[in-house]
Structure formats: structure tokens, C-alpha cells
């Protein structure tokens, strides 16, 4: 790579990209690269600008591009789960969620109802934490830098918990195939039910924070607005659709993990702009917070794991009286459980858009392919449709509503 | 009859000039932002309120690397990644000190495929090396503290 | 209500496209050819409503039997309208892995393109914007077949030290 370059030279990826008047020189070529405050990661961005309006904007990806896909292809399914946390590594339980979702569903087995129950707690927790990230760096990019610390401390909260029951704070790898590693301990209840009561006034002072505050306004509002045929049209999916109009929620259409029996609502906004990302986004952890509540009303007593020894370890106790114990806990460690013939495709609702996986197995111990299907992906391709017209100053509020994760675009 | 003993009561201190610089160095070194992955969320939450970076005088994380001290790679460094890492670390001026958070940083971490460099020490002289995926923000700062130890024995004539 | 529109598509892809039909766990694939992919994913939008593209990807069946075909390209199609999900298959062989391009149809599949060529070296005729999206872009190979090696760095024994040790040339530490 040159240290050096002739000014408005082009490299040859992106001429077919750019303008005629980018070649003429009338227009200015601008790289926010992959080192930047606000990009939320390694993105680069290629703005072809006309004084301060934006002509094109050409989004680069592939700056944290890892190989999960085929470093997971020469793992076992058990082992291969450790690698889905960091995919998006702001929602992690999620990760593991449908990847767990997809196994089950391949190899049909079972799952407890007390372990569907912590599943759905565990992931709206992970989605309260992703937002409240979301609305800290958000917040950051546009010049409020005090909500950045409250939404931290909140998020620490969560981060105990996290910690409380399964070690980590953040690549947790909790859920398992056929249920949890483990079960919750005794002082989780108190300090969730205590989080729940605490939460909503958070929620109501952040709010205080932002929304009457001109300056938020002003760069919020009818900014990098998209309507929801071209959501649609693009495969939008999350946040960014529900700030459409549309109330879409995977919670709702196609429900998983014990979620039909909870009573939530989908908010939505119809200006389709940064403003009703932010609305929907700030409703939606009030309704984790209502669905966390209800979780935690209605968790049955019973096993956290699934029986099935074909895929699920035995306890360590029942080694040493049980010959078939032994025998499945051999099996699954050296050589690991072999799912039957066959592909899947399943999703669940992350807090960035819908999160999916395919899953084809050929009858091996390792996956023949696992390929997720991650939002920031897909939701990164209309970033030079919001942007196009706009003023240079407003592409970091648009990608920050975006809330993209480069772990997860680029996989 | 040293000048401390004859002078020390109006306010005067004597060291060895080493000593100081070395002193001033530790006491506000300026991180560059270079979170790439999830260690770069821990970087965030040990900056936040609870664990608090900023009393070590690293509350502003400068966006420029020409205006800082101390680069924390936080993350996984990538082969398109990798070279502009590189560039990053020539255009801060000395002295420079390189903490390698993380797991994936250090060795390769979880990921031991084409895509990854195993170590960011392929790319860049590291100093403090942080194990974890991803590192407490204790960890961190214990790095950051076993980094202000070794800048304290550094001699002058390194940076002359 | 979703099932019966779904049979309905099913049915008619079947008849015009001479699709093959499998059902597992719930799900419902269409095994087209490559050519007729475009018209077929046209008529499932404007006919039966299935206007969203949740994923598209490939798998490498290297090294393959005959009729199994070396590349398979998956479409997964969805309809807001009457929430029923399809998924759309076709099998490439090894020599010159082609098909046309979804684009027309779908906007987003744009990326998810790139990203097949990238992963798997399959082109795409008519494609807008064919160049590499992850790997850097003078990067030789493709990684995802299953020919490419994994590319891991062996564990550093005593006995292989030094020559690991080359490979990291700013390492301060125990040399």
C-alpha cells in the first residue's frame, strides 16, 4: 500500500463508482476511513462531495472480515458455537439464540419450558444492553456526550447480571442446544426484579435528556428519511422498518421461544427519519422491560436442558454410577453428535434487524455450512440512498441511526 | 549539606531528570481511538462511569493519530485491516506505546484462519500484552498500569 | 391463509418453471435451473406477493458426485403480505460456475452477490458492481470453497519456535 498517491487519482476498484464529474475533477473525493470516531467501527466511506452536499457516498466494508463461516466449518457444532457470540458482538445471546434455534430445529429436539423462559430473558436483556449502546454512542456522535456515561451505567447493571450467571459478561455462549448451560442462581430474581423496577425511569430520563433538547431536534428530524415500499424493496428489516410504519416484529409474525405467550406491543413512528429510529428504539427497551417482567412472572420450575444424551451431555455426577453416561459424554466429546440430512433456515428478532441462520448438515460431527444472514449487511446498502443530497454533517447522525456493527457485516 | 536540605523549605525538589520526564509521561498519555471489535466495547465501558479511565488522565481518546501517545489495538486485525493499522502507527510521533488488548490482538485469539493476523506483533512493536475475550476493565487498567511501570525504568537516551 | 398462497405459488412454479419440490422441517425449496431464475423470482414478486429477499448464499459440494452439481445458490424469499417464506435452489457445476444476476428483481441482492463471487469465485452476468466486498481487493483465491485451506498458524512447540518467530518480526518479548 503507497504512502503516497497523486492527488485525484482513483484507484481502479472505484471508477465505475463515481461520477463524471468526479473524474473532471469538479467534485471532491473524500475518504472516511476505516479509522474514524464516528464510524462505529472499521467502515470506510468514499463521499463523492459537490462543496458540502453529498453526490454519492460509496460504503467499504470487509475491514473485520474474521472466516466464522469457515472457521466454523472445520468445528463440531458444539465447539462451532463459541464463534457465533462475536458475530454481533453487541447482541450476543442472540447469536447463540438462533444459532441454538436453527440446531433444534434441524435435529428436532426439545427444550424445556424453564429454559425458553431464561432464553427469552437472556436475549431481551442482551437487546436492552444493545440499545442502550446504540443510544450512548449515538447520543456521542451527535454532541451529547452525558448521555454516553448514563447509558453506560445501565449497562453495567446488565453486564452483572450477565456475569452473575454465567461467568462473562459478554461473550456469555449461555445458551446451549437443548436449552442452557446451567441454571440461573438464587440471587438472580432479586437483582433482576430490582433492574425492572429502576429501568423505567431511566428510560424516562434519557428521554428527558434528548427529545425537547433543539439541537437533537434539528438533527434528527426529517433527516435521512426512507419509506417503506424501498424498506421493503431493500430487505429492511428491525428498528429501521418499524420507524416506517410498519409494525413487523418476528416476536409477533413468527414467533420462537415461548414468545406468543406475552403481551407486548410493536411501537412504531411514521417519519421514517433518524427521529423514529430513535422513538422506536427507546419504546422498544420499554417493552423489554414489560416482557422481562412477564418472563420472570411466568417461569416454571423444571430442568434447564434438554434429556436427549444423543446431542446433550449427561451431569458429571451420573458418570460414575451410568455405563450409558459414560458412553454419551465419549461420543459427544471426541467425536460430537451428527444432526440428520439437511437444511434450515431460521430467524430470530435482533435488535438490529432480523438475524438468521442456514444451516446444512451432511450428516458429520462438523457443519457442512453455516451461514448467517446478519441486518448490518443488508442494512448498510441503502446507506448511499439516505444519504445522497444530504450535507457531510449529517452522514454521521444517519449511520449512527443505522446502527450498524461492522462484526456483523462483515461476518 | 545537600542543596534539598538547604533549600527544601521554600518548595524546591530535586531528581534525577530521567526520572520526571519519564514521571510526565506516565501521567496523561492520550489514546488513540482504534477500537475495531469487541474489545473496543469494553474499551468503552472501562471509559464510562463506572470504571473510570479518566484517572489516568486518558479521558480524551484522540481521533488523530498524530495528537497521541498510546495506541490501544482493541480487537481483531483483518489483511485489509492490517496495512492501515501500519500507516496508523507511523504517523504517531515518539514517543509511542502500543497496547495489544485482547485475545485476537495478542495471538489470533478464537480465530486461527487466513483472514486474521495471529498477533498484531506481525504489524506493530507491541508493549503490554492483555489476555482476554474481551478484557475486564480491570485487566485493562492493570495493563495500563503495568505500562506506566515500564515507562518509569525507560531511559532518556531512547527517544534522544 | 399464508399456507394456501404458499401451495398456490408452489404449484405454479412447478408447472411453469419445472421446479422440484422438497419439504423439510416446515420449509419448502424449489430446485430451478440457473437460467429461468430471474423470471421465476419476477413471477413470485409481482404474481404471489413474495416482494422481500431475506439471504442469499452458496454452498460448495466439493469434491461432488455427477448429479449433485459442485455450487448450489440458495435464495431465501419472503412475503410481507401474507407472511409465508420460500426458498429458491439451483445447482452450478464446477467448471464455469455462472448464472444471471437477481438484481433486476431484488435491489438488495447486490451485495449478496458480491459476497458469492468473493466467497466462491461464482460469477454473475450483468451484475453492476462485480468486485470483491470482504477480502482486500488484490486478494487471490477464493476462501470459501472447500479446496481453499483454512489458513491456521500451527501451535508453537520448541521444536517449530523459530520459524514461528520469523513471522513476527516486532515481537519484543522472549526470543
Not at chain 1, 454519492?56 to 458444539?78: S, V, W
Not at chain 1, 420507524?243 to 417519519?271: C, M
Request: net charge negative; charged share 25%.
Amino acid at each position: 500500500m503507497l504512502d503516497y498517491r497523486e492527488p485525484n487519482e482513483i484507484p481502479e476498484e472505484f471508477r465505475h463508482l463515481v461520477s463524471e464529474r468526479a473524474l473532471r475533477g469538479e467534485t471532491m473525493l473524500l475518504n472516511m476511513g476505516p479509522q474514524h470516531p464516528s464510524t462505529h467501527g472499521v467502515l470506510r466511506l468514499l463521499l463523492e462531495l459537490d462543496g458540502e452536499i453529498i453526490v454519492n457516498c460509496i460504503p467499504d466494508i470487509g475491514f473485520l472480515h474474521t472466516g466464522i463461516e469457515k472457521n466454523m466449518e472445520a468445528k463440531r457444532y458444539q465447539q462451532a458455537e463459541v464463534m457465533t457470540d462475536r458475530i454481533d458482538y453487541m447482541n450476543n445471546a442472540m447469536n447463540n439464540l438462533v444459532y441454538c434455534l436453527a440446531l433444534e430445529k434441524l435435529t428436532e429436539l426439545d427444550v424445556p419450558l424453564r429454559a425458553q423462559g431464561i432464553r427469552v430473558i437472556v436475549a431481551e436483556l442482551t437487546r436492552l444492553s444493545s440499545h442502550l449502546l446504540w443510544l450512548g454512542t449515538s447520543g456521542l456522535d451527535l454532541g451529547a456526550m452525558s448521555i454516553f456515561m448514563y447509558a453506560f451505567r445501565e449497562r453495567e447493571l446488565i453486564l452483572d447480571m450477565l456475569e452473575m450467571i454465567s461467568g462473562q459478561r459478554m461473550m456469555t455462549t449461555y445458551i446451549r442446544p437443548g436449552g442452557l448451560w446451567r441454571d440461573v442462581p438464587v440471587e438472580f430474581e432479586d437483582t433482576l426484579r430490582n433492574f425492572i423496577k429502576i429501568m423505567p425511569g431511566r428510560i424516562a430520563e434519557y428521554r428527558g435528556l434528548l427529545e425537547k433538547n433543539p439541537i437533537f431536534r434539528d438533527r434528527t428530524i426529517s433527516i435521512g428519511v426512507i419509506n417503506e415500499e424501498e424498506c421493503i424493496r431493500w430487505g429492511i428489516t428491525g428498528p429501521i422498518l418499524r420507524a416506517t410504519g410498519r409494525a413487523y416484529d418476528l416476536r409477533k409474525v413468527r414467533p420462537y421461544s415461548g414468545y406468543e405467550q406475552y403481551d407486548f406491543e410493536i411501537p412504531t413512528h411514521d417519519g421514517g427519519d433518524i427521529f423514529g429510529r430513535y422513538f422506536v428504539r427507546v419504546n422498544e427497551m420499554l417493552q423489554s422491560v414489560r416482557i422481562l417482567e412477564q418472563a420472570l412472572d411466568k417461569l416454571p420450575y423444571g430442568p434447564v436442558r434438554s434429556t436427549n444424551r444423543k446431542y446433550v451431555p449427561p451431569p458429571r455426577a451420573e458418570l460414575g454410577v451410568s455405563m450409558e453416561a459414560l458412553i454419551h459424554h465419549f461420543k459427544l466429546w471426541t467425536e460430537g453428535f451428527k444432526p440428520p440430512v439437511g437444511s434450515v433456515y431460521t430467524a430470530v428478532e435482533g435488535s438490529h434487524g432480523e438475524l438468521g441462520v442456514f444451516m446444512e448438515s451432511n450428516g458429520s460431527p462438523k457443519p457442512m455450512r453455516v451461514h448467517f444472514n446478519t441486518p448490518s449487511f443488508i442494512n448498510l446498502q441503502m446507506l448511499p440512498l439516505l444519504t445522497r443530497g444530504r450535507f457531510v454533517a449529517d452522514v454521521v447522525g444517519i449511520i449512527a441511526s443505522i446502527d450498524i456493527v461492522l462484526g456483523d457485516c462483515d461476518r | 549539606m545537600g542543596l534539598e536540605q538547604k533549600a527544601g523549605d521554600m518548595g524546591i525538589v530535586t531528581a534525577r531528570l530521567e526520572d520526571v520526564v519519564n514521571w510526565a509521561r506516565t501521567r496523561a498519555m492520550w489514546p488513540a481511538l482504534f477500537g475495531l471489535a469487541c474489545c473496543a466495547i469494553e474499551m468503552m465501558a472501562a471509559q464510562a462511569a463506572n470504571y473510570d479511565m479518566s484517572r489516568f488522565g486518558m479521558e480524551l481518546m484522540r481521533a488523530s493519530p498524530r495528537q497521541s501517545d498510546l495506541m490501544f489495538v482493541a480487537g481483531r486485525v483483518t489483511n485489509k485491516m492490517g496495512p492501515v493499522l501500519r500507516r496508523l502507527y507511523n504517523q504517531m510521533p515518539d514517543p509511542k506505546w502500543v497496547i495489544s488488548m485482547g485475545d485476537c490482538a495478542s495471538c489470533g485469539g478464537v480465530f486461527n484462519n487466513y483472514a486474521i493476523f495471529q498477533g498484531v506483533d506481525e504489524v506493530v512493536p507491541v508493549d503490554v500484552y492483555v489476555a482476554g475475550c474481551p478484557p475486564r476493565p480491570e485487566a485493562l487498567f492493570h495493563a495500563v498500569i503495568t505500562l506506566h511501570e515500564k515507562v518509569k525504568r525507560e531511559k532518556l537516551t531512547k527517544y534522544a | 391463509m399464508s399456507e394456501e398462497k404458499l401451495h398456490a405459488a408452489v404449484q405454479a412454479m412447478s408447472e411453469r418453471f419445472e421446479a422440484e419440490v422438497e419439504v423439510f422441517r416446515g420449509e419448502t425449496t424449489l430446485f430451478l435451473a440457473a437460467e429461468k431464475m430471474p423470471a421465476a423470482a419476477a413471477a413470485l414478486r409481482d404474481e404471489f406477493g413474495f416482494d422481500n429477499l431475506l439471504d442469499a448464499s452458496a454452498l460448495d459440494y466439493w469434491p461432488e458426485t455427477p448429479d449433485l452439481g459442485r455450487f448450489h445458490v440458495f435464495y431465501q424469499l419472503f412475503s410481507m403480505q401474507h407472511y409465508a417464506m420460500l426458498r429458491l435452489r439451483t445447482r452450478l457445476d464446477n467448471a464455469n460456475p455462472t448464472m444471471p444476476t437477481l438484481t433486476g428483481v431484488y435491489p438488495n441482492a447486490n451485495w449478496k452477490e458480491r459476497e458469492m463471487w468473493d466467497m466462491f469465485g461464482i460469477t454473475f452476468e450483468d451484475h453492476p458492481d462485480p468486485r470483491r466486498i470482504l477480502m482486500p481487493y488484490d486478494w487471490e483465491g477464493h476462501p470459501l470453497r472447500k479446496d481453499y485451506p483454512l489458513g491456521y498458524e500451527e501451535i508453537q512447540f520448541t521444536f517449530n519456535f523459530d520459524e514461528i518467530n520469523q513471522r513476527k518480526p516486532n515481537a519484543k518479548g522472549l526470543r
